[in-house]
């Protein structure tokens, strides 16, 4: 479904989930950190990788993070600044002592606080005072969710410090109008509590030995729901422009709605709730890597991620007991025309999508078990995928006449056997009649040994159907352009291939890779909230069968899911004044799952039936 950025709206729904912890698939954007605070949060969760990637730590501190506002690194920012000494930092992370590091680190970042409630103190006006205050919440910011869910008591007690500090800094109005007067007492006072919280936690000349690094401050137990967050620089959004979803069921004109269980694995596709851990707790679904089928070329996870649209699926951070201790991150792959692509998995290690789809929750993102049903409900949807309609291409694999007289010409290199190929051509391994595949796997040498005499460089054969927008290429995302892909190829296997013929094959597989509309189009009438809307509103139809089988397990999953993003798609409507509807929508999902855990079916049949009875009102005024 779509996943746009939303402001968070007073509604009680969102109440609730905010509450019971339910995961929310739509990602917020946050703001943005300040240089150190980004640096320090970046090394929390890079030192709890395994291996610790020591070169991407010290970038942390020297580069502003992905994304960032400022053009300056923490070190660089530091030296301009701020007083702070950063030898013993720069020290702890040449050594590669991940302790040291962490306590010179959390000192740092703790000094930069007092640093500037020096400043507020010393400011020579109210609008001075203010901006230094702001800055030592920005940097606080690197701490605070830690305390809240380590010492809950201590972060109230902290944030009506800070309140009472930024009201008491006082303010120069408007053009020096309505200005208030500091009080500095009570400046003081408020100081003093946060002064001391930072002294008897985090400036300390010796911390405990963490086995996890973490914010939590030094007095508090390591807490059991300790917020597992994405680090700055991480990009979880999907791309755009969005990838256009092919439905082999609704090329047919079949209504989802009339087809449960491939409603159920649309619903599943894209919720959190079968995962589990880090995965669960940001929102991140089938759909974060596959946008409607496709590749999330944007998705970006700082230590998981060499580029944008790769990420390392067998690491700490997901599933710790699922680590390889490789830094191997993989391009992600197309899920266009999944039927017809196995084996599945990058070296083609799982033989049916059943196999593969399990790995990934279990394994990969550390879900529970899957039932049987959701098993048959993911496989059911994910086996719709059709590929992008092509005009330049024909049902038999071959250029129409539409296609160009260069890619026509590309066609016959492509098809032409070469000795540096083994006396076969591109067409042996990429079939045109079998959707460009061939489902066996070949070491074409585009991976690197780990050991000697090691066979593990076997990958399967990709389609080339629709490749022409899902840049870049190879397993590892290695190649930008189909150019530099056919250079390769001319290049390590000796073809042989003049300037003019590279370009020709170029213009073939650009040809063969093309697609009518690639794109959703949005407009006045096919808004991101209307196709938001009207997926979520199809996730929820299957209760129609889940009900009457008193289905509890599946049922609460589908709420859990659907009652949280319509809450926060209600965000992306244009008609404001309709948006209490949704959220009264939402309410009545959780309030079938209220009924359900109560185990009174016929309330929850009876909220099923008001729920319809709203979704159609709103359907026919609110967009």
Same mark, same amino acid.
């Given at each position: 479904?779509?996943?746009?950025?939303?402001?968070?709206?007073?509604?009680?729904?969102?109440?609730?989930?905010?509450?019971?912890?339910?995961?929310?698939?739509?990602?917020?954007?946050?703001?943005?950190?300040?240089?150190?605070?980004?640096?320090?949060?970046?090394?929390?969760?890079?030192?709890?990788?395994?291996?610790?990637?020591?070169?991407?730590?010290?970038?942390?501190?020297?580069?502003?993070?992905?994304?960032?506002?400022?053009?300056?690194?923490?070190?660089?920012?530091?030296?301009?600044?701020?007083?702070?000494?950063?030898?013993?930092?720069?020290?702890?992370?040449?050594?590669?002592?991940?302790?040291?590091?962490?306590?010179?680190?959390?000192?740092?970042?703790?000094?930069?606080?007092?640093?500037?409630?020096?400043?507020?103190?010393?400011?020579?006006?109210?609008?001075?005072?203010?901006?230094?205050?702001?800055? @030592? /919440?920005? =940097?606080? $910011?690197?701490?605070?969710?830690?305390? *809240? #869910? %380590?010492?809950?008591? !201590? @972060? /109230?007690? =902290?944030? $009506?410090?800070?309140?009472?500090?930024? *009201? #008491? %800094?006082?303010?120069? !109005?408007?053009?020096?109008?309505?200005?208030?007067?500091?009080?500095?007492?009570?400046?003081?006072?408020?100081?003093?509590?946060?002064?001391?919280?930072?002294?008897?936690?985090?400036?300390?000349?010796?911390?405990?030995?963490?086995?996890?690094?973490?914010?939590?401050?030094?007095?508090?137990?390591?807490?059991?729901?300790?917020?597992?967050?994405?680090?700055?620089?991480?990009?979880?959004?999907?791309?755009?422009?969005?990838?256009?979803?092919?439905?082999?069921?609704?090329?047919?004109?079949?209504?989802?709605?009339?087809?449960?269980?491939?409603?159920?694995?649309?619903?599943?596709?894209?919720?959190?709730?079968?995962?589990?851990?880090?995965?669960?707790?940001?929102?991140?679904?089938?759909?974060?890597?596959?946008?409607?089928?496709?590749?999330?070329?944007?998705?970006?996870?700082?230590?998981?991620?060499?580029?944008?649209?790769?990420?390392?699926?067998?690491?700490?951070?997901?599933?710790?007991?699922?680590?390889?201790?490789?830094?191997?991150?993989?391009?992600?792959?197309?899920?266009?025309?999944?039927?017809?692509?196995?084996?599945?998995?990058?070296?083609?290690?799982?033989?049916?999508?059943?196999?593969?789809?399990?790995?990934?929750?279990?394994?990969?993102?550390?879900?529970?078990?899957?039932?049987?049903?959701?098993?048959?409900?993911?496989?059911?949807?994910?086996?719709?995928?059709?590929?992008?309609?092509?005009?330049?291409?024909?049902?038999?694999?071959?250029?129409?006449?539409?296609?160009?007289?260069?890619?026509?010409?590309?066609?016959?290199?492509?098809?032409?056997?070469?000795?540096?190929?083994?006396?076969?051509?591109?067409?042996?391994?990429?079939?045109?009649?079998?959707?460009?595949?061939?489902?066996?796997?070949?070491?074409?040498?585009?991976?690197?040994?780990?050991?000697?005499?090691?066979?593990?460089?076997?990958?399967?054969?990709?389609?080339?159907?629709?490749?022409?927008?899902?840049?870049?290429?190879?397993?590892?995302?290695?190649?930008?352009?189909?150019?530099?892909?056919?250079?390769?190829?001319?290049?390590?296997?000796?073809?042989?291939?003049?300037?003019?013929?590279?370009?020709?094959?170029?213009?073939?597989?650009?040809?063969?890779?093309?697609?009518?509309?690639?794109?959703?189009?949005?407009?006045?009438?096919?808004?991101?909230?209307?196709?938001?809307?009207?997926?979520?509103?199809?996730?929820?139809?299957?209760?129609?069968?889940?009900?009457?089988?008193?289905?509890?397990?599946?049922?609460?999953?589908?709420?859990?899911?659907?009652?949280?993003?319509?809450?926060?798609?209600?965000?992306?409507?244009?008609?404001?004044?309709?948006?209490?509807?949704?959220?009264?929508?939402?309410?009545?999902?959780?309030?079938?799952?209220?009924?359900?855990?109560?185990?009174?079916?016929?309330?929850?049949?009876?909220?099923?039936?008001?729920?319809?009875?709203?979704?159609?009102?709103?359907?026919?005024?609110?967009?």
């Amino acid at each position: 479904m779509i996943r746009e950025a939303f402001g968070w709206a007073a509604s009680g729904v969102l109440a609730v989930f905010l509450v019971t912890g339910l995961a929310v698939a739509t990602p917020v954007k946050p703001s943005p950190w300040a240089p150190e605070a980004a640096a320090y949060r970046l090394t929390l969760y890079l030192g709890n990788l395994a291996p610790v990637p020591w070169d991407e730590i010290e970038l942390a501190w020297l580069k502003p993070y992905r994304g960032a506002e400022s053009i300056q690194g923490a070190f660089a920012r530091l030296e301009v600044r701020s007083d702070v000494a950063t030898e013993p930092l720069r020290k702890a992370i040449a050594q590669q002592d991940r302790q040291a590091v962490f306590r010179a680190a959390t000192r740092l970042i703790a000094m930069r606080v007092e640093e500037e409630l020096d400043s507020v103190f010393t400011a020579n006006n109210r609008s001075g005072a203010q901006h230094a205050l702001s800055a @030592a /919440r920005e =940097l606080f $910011r690197a701490f605070s969710d830690h305390i *809240s #869910a %380590a010492d809950p008591d !201590g @972060a /109230r007690q =902290l944030g $009506r410090s800070w309140l009472e500090l930024t *009201s #008491a %800094a006082g303010s120069s !109005g408007v053009i020096n109008v309505g200005g208030v007067p500091q009080d500095r007492v009570a400046m003081q006072r408020a100081r003093e509590v946060i002064s001391k919280y930072l002294a008897d936690n985090y400036l300390l000349d010796t911390m405990k030995p963490r086995q996890k690094l973490s914010a939590i401050p030094e007095t508090a137990s390591y807490p059991a729901n300790l917020p597992t967050t994405l680090p700055p620089g991480t990009d979880i959004f999907n791309q755009e422009p969005l990838p256009l979803l092919v439905l082999n069921f609704e090329e047919q004109g079949i209504d989802e709605t009339d087809l449960p269980l491939i409603a159920y694995g649309d619903m599943l596709f894209d919720s959190p709730e079968i995962f589990s851990g880090p995965a669960q707790a940001n929102g991140i679904t089938c759909s974060t890597c596959h946008n409607r089928s496709d590749v999330n070329q944007r998705l970006f996870i700082p230590g998981l991620s060499h580029q944008p649209g790769a990420v390392d699926v067998d690491n700490a951070f997901f599933n710790p007991m699922f680590n390889d201790r490789r830094n191997d991150p993989i391009d992600i792959p197309s899920l266009r025309g999944l039927r017809f692509t196995g084996p599945y998995g990058r070296d083609g290690r799982f033989a049916s999508v059943r196999n593969f789809t399990r790995n990934v929750i279990v394994n990969e993102f550390a879900g529970a078990e899957p039932t049987p049903y959701m098993l048959d409900a993911l496989v059911a949807y994910m086996t719709e995928f059709d590929f992008l309609p092509n005009a330049l291409l024909g049902s038999d694999g071959r250029l129409t006449d539409a296609a160009s007289d260069m890619a026509r010409r590309g066609e016959v290199i492509f098809n032409r056997t070469y000795k540096g190929l083994g006396n076969r051509s591109c067409a042996s391994c990429h079939v045109p009649d079998g959707n460009f595949l061939d489902r066996q796997t070949h070491d074409i040498g585009s991976v690197a040994q780990p050991y000697q005499g090691a066979r593990s460089g076997a990958l399967d054969t990709p389609t080339l159907l629709g490749i022409a927008h899902t840049a870049p290429y190879f397993h590892d995302g290695s190649l930008p352009t189909l150019a530099s892909v056919v250079n390769w190829f001319n290049r390590s296997k000796e073809l042989g291939m003049t300037t003019t013929e590279q370009a020709e094959l170029t213009a073939y597989l650009e040809a063969v890779g093309a697609a009518d509309e690639p794109y959703e189009v949005f407009d006045a009438e096919n808004t991101p909230f209307r196709l938001a809307f009207s997926e979520l509103t199809t996730f929820a139809s299957t209760l129609d069968v889940l009900l009457p089988l008193r289905d509890e397990k599946h049922i609460m999953l589908l709420v859990d899911t659907v009652a949280a993003d319509l809450a926060a798609d209600a965000g992306s409507m244009v008609n404001q004044t309709a948006r209490p509807e949704v959220y009264s929508l939402a309410e009545r999902l959780v309030a079938i799952g209220s009924a359900v855990r109560a185990n009174d079916w016929v309330l929850a049949q009876a909220h099923w039936f008001e729920f319809q009875t709203e979704v159609q009102a709103i359907k026919e005024r609110a967009f």
